[in-house]
């Protein structure tokens, strides 16, 4: 059982937001919320099969959604 919709609207927004501050990425509100969302579900997949579980509740998949936006900026940056 996932956030939901909204939450995850939400916790993609702040960790999308927060990860453009910490890479000084120059990000619009529609692409923090991307961002955030994917760099989630990426991070999950990743730790997942590792046999690491973010709970589902808003502060680590908020943790987890800021890393994988980080890694998204960092990945683009490398590619561009």
């Given amino acids: ?34 961002l955030g969302i994917i760099g989630a579900v990426v991070l999950n997949l990743i730790l997942s099969l590792v046999g690491i579980y973010a709970a589902d509740s808003w502060i680590p998949q908020l943790i987890v959604g800021i890393i994988g936006a980080s890694l998204l900026i960092w990945g683009y940056r490398k590619l561009a």
């Fill in 1 to 34: 059982m996932g956030l939901g919709i909204i939450a995850s609207i939400i916790v993609g927004g702040l960790a999308g937001w927060i990860a453009s501050m910490i890479m000084k990425a120059d990000t619009g509100l529609l692409t923090n919320i991307i």
